[in-house]
């Protein structure tokens, strides 16, 4: 469909890579197209909202295809669930949107840096350029524990990539 893959993909066995911008429901696909290009079916996973995965049959296709459930209330940890499942897995590779929407945002949600720092696993960075059709495999971060050091190199990575939507991508963003 005329899109490019650039980038390097680390061989770590867990990693988590957070994939943006995220502004269309378009984005899923080229993420599931992408995934089978690599032939990395097996092994690349994802988060979804419960609700999604208890819709019949539409739930048990997201399973199959490697999406993970998860409670999104206040009397759930939704970090320390998923740091859970790294613990648990010799292998893990989860990919996830840091907007935690496909809405403009003001700021990244930060779950995805704790689950990181608390699993001791790298994040990887992921853009997907809608006007330049591209997905970019960009550099791996360790979480420094300094949130605001290194949300700054995260926001500086995705700030150069256009979402199929533009006017809720992450180019307003202030580094």
Known sequence: MGWRIEGFIPEDKKIIA?????????????????RSILKMENKVKFLGKEEL???PFFGYILKKIGGF???RNKQTNS???VVEIFNKKKNFFLAL??????????KLKTGFYY???KAKVPILLVGFDFKKKLVH?????YPSGDIEKDMKIIITYFKKFQGKIP???LNHFKV
């Open 18 to 34: 957070i994939v943006a911008p995220h502004t269309s429901w378009h984005d899923f696909f080229v993420g599931i197209f992408t």
């Open 53 to 55: 995965f208890k819709i």
């Open 69 to 71: 459930p998860v409670i």
């Open 79 to 81: 970090v320390d669930s």
């Open 97 to 106: 949107a840091p907007e935690g929407t496909r809405k403009k945002v003001d």
């Open 115 to 117: 689950i990181a720092l």
């Open 137 to 141: 495999f960009g550099e791996k971060l």
């Open 167 to 169: 006017v809720n991508g």
